[in-house]
């Protein structure tokens, strides 16, 4: 499949890869019919999905499957009124309806919308408007169809015409709530046979919107075309080294754009079968397991999951099928890399990217991981950094990381925020997109992340970032999660904070926090160290995991219980 697309698909070295990769992008690409159509005619018995659950359930998908039930779930559509460039919200977990459901959306010239069932009403109604909804797949949650029925009874005649459920393999089949369509009803009545539209989108279609969760602020809509998913070539065979006839698991709920990433566009275009492991909690040592019993050879993670199994006993579980580890979503503390080696024999590969992105940077296989690092540019990325004053950084100087688009525009980079053209042009003008996020590059050409640039701490005439200092605090085996933020100051403007969780077995004191003060001391530059600690239970987060540094500022500002906008809501 690959050769379609690549006219060169293997490399020698770094330098090889970056100078001489390139995607070819046919016209009026989709990627159902292109890839998953082409698939099932050509391999109908290959493996494309394996989906489990947490409590035994198990089902395998083939390619011919897939364009069977993409194809009937197609027809559901249309019945109903979708068709080209209608937005659809699919809050479907991480059940496999999600993947026949999302090709059916591509087959119609559809605007899929995945989001994650953690979306309040007030969420949904945000969605709604801002994209003009015209439908909502959602699993048969009680608490999601409660929140999207408040959501469609607050937008009373604006409601999304279509409204329908995707039933849970464990619920009963009399519990199909009021007022929902039961779509797996629908699809096994619909006809098998597609008759595919007369032109079903060009590349600069919308094909996909993500609401990115974001740190500050309201979401925003990243929009991404048809021609979005061959910019996940870079991501799948080159970052995180999937396997013709191998199984791909990345740790994502549909709702993420990482699910973008690791669970279907790149995977598939490179021949290998897509693992997903549906789940409601986290367990790491029923993650551990899955991932042995079920063969998985490519793996991908946030450092969380990492951070949980290494307190795990790793040489109860067979990890002989496992051949490459990668692991993005937040920076790699060195500690986790070093026991997770230490454990397994496998180097964790740090990727770097946002929505708006693919892998952007990245431990590329001709390189030698150094433990903190995302790596080096990808191909087709002209990557810079850049001080304020818009010129560029010398090595080992940190500015923000920015994407030059004016010599060339890398495959799958995003098409703008969808309706909001101000917002756009206050991110990427001139030929440059600027991504946020500051970093620093050193002698080998490898850049090392220091935060997002509103993180960044400015204490006393120093500029310190909160990774390094948190990477800091986690080789600490009392911390099992912290965040560094700074704090008003009356001597030094601000002080570096350090917000705690601590680790089974150990009790918040006036010591530890002391002794938490040393081992920052001792382990970066002195002057770095947390000078406020405090202990909490929980830190604030985004919907999609992330610390929101942000909060605990505005928290250490305005004093705790004042209430922040975020997300479409009061939270």
């Known amino acids: ?108 010239g559809a605007i899929a919308i995945p ?106 809509m990243v929009q991404h075309n048809f021609a979005y998913p061959l910019g996940h070539i870079l991501t799948a065979k080159y970052w995180q080294n999937v396997e013709p006839g191998g199984l791909h698991l990345t740790v994502a709920d549909t709702g993420w754009a990482k699910a973008a990433w690791g669970k279907i566009y790149g995977q598939w275009l490179c021949g290998s079968a897509v693992f997903v492991y549906d789940y409601d909690r986290f367990v790491p040592a029923e993650m551990l397991s899955v991932i042995s019993r079920c063969g998985v050879t490519t793996f991908c993670a946030p450092p969380t999951v990492y951070r949980f199994f290494i307190k795990e006993d790793l040489s109860r579980y067979d990890f002989s099928s496992l051949r490459y580890c990668c692991v993005a979503g937040e920076p790699l503390n060195p500690e986790i890399y070093e026991q997770f080696l230490a454990a397994t024999g496998h180097k964790l590969r740090e990727g770097y990217g946002q929505t708006e992105l693919t892998i952007t940077m990245a431990v590329f296989p001709w390189m030698e991981p150094k433990p903190g690092s995302m790596g080096k540019p990808s191909a087709g990325y002209d990557i810079d950094l850049l ?42 003008h001139d030929g440059i997109y600027y991504t946020g996020d500051v970093a620093w590059r050193d002698e080998d050409g490898y850049y ?26 986690l080789e600490h085996p009392s911390v099992l999660e912290c965040a560094v933020t700074g704090t008003p100051d009356p001597d030094r403007g601000t002080a570096v904070k350090a917000t705690v969780i601590l680790a089974r077995g150990w009790t918040a004191s006036e010591e530890l926090k002391v002794e938490l003060q040393n081992h920052v001391k001792k382990t970066t530059a002195p002057y770095k160290y947390p000078r406020v600690v405090e202990f909490v239970t929980e830190l604030p987060k985004t919907i999609s995991g992330k610390i929101r540094r942000v909060r605990i500022r505005e928290e250490d500002q305005q004093g705790p219980g004042a209430e922040f906008e975020d997300e479409g809501g009061v939270v």
Request: hydrophobic share 40%; glycine share 8%; with cysteine.
């Open 115 to 220: 989001a994650t069932h953690l979306l309040t009403a007030k969420d949904i109604v945000y969605r709604c408007r801002m994209a003009d909804v015209a439908g909502i797949v959602a699993v048969d949650d009680g608490d999601v169809m409660r929140r999207a029925d408040e959501a469609l009874e607050t937008l009373g005649g604006a409601a999304p015409r279509l409204k329908a459920f995707v039933r849970s393999v464990h619920a009963p089949a009399d519990a199909a709530p009021g007022g929902w369509l039961d779509f797996n009803r629908l699809r096994a009545e619909a006809s098998e046979t597609f008759a595919p539209p007369a032109s079903p989108n060009s590349n600069d279609d919308i094909m996909l919107l993500y609401f990115t969760s974001g740190t500050t602020g309201m979401p925003k």
């Open 387 to 428: 001080r304020e004053d818009g010129t560029s950084c010398d090595m080992g100087e940190e500015g923000q990381i920015v994407v030059r688009t004016d010599r060339r525009q890398p495959a799958g980079i995003f098409g703008g925020y969808y309706r909001d053209g101000e917002l756009t042009a206050s991110v990427w």
């Open 448 to 473: 090392w992340f220091v935060g997002r640039s509103d993180d960044v701490i400015k204490s006393s005439g120093y500029r310190i970032g909160p990774f390094e200092v948190e990477s800091a605090l």
């Open 1 to 108: 499949m690959l050769e379609r697309f690549l006219p060169k698909g293997n490399f020698d070295s770094y330098e090889d890869f970056a100078a001489h990769f390139s995607v070819t992008i046919p016209p009026h690409f989709n990627f159902a019919y292109d890839v998953m159509d082409v698939l099932a005619e050509e391999n109908p018995s290959g493996r494309a999905l394996l989906w489990c659950d947490e409590r035994g359930a198990r089902a395998e998908f083939t390619y011919g499957d897939m364009k069977r039930l993409s194809d009937q779930a197609a027809n559901v559509f249309r019945a109903r009124g979708i068709g080209k460039g209608d937005p659809v919200m699919l809050i479907l977990k991480r059940r496999h309806e999600y993947w026949p459901i999302l090709l059916a959306l591509h087959k119609l």
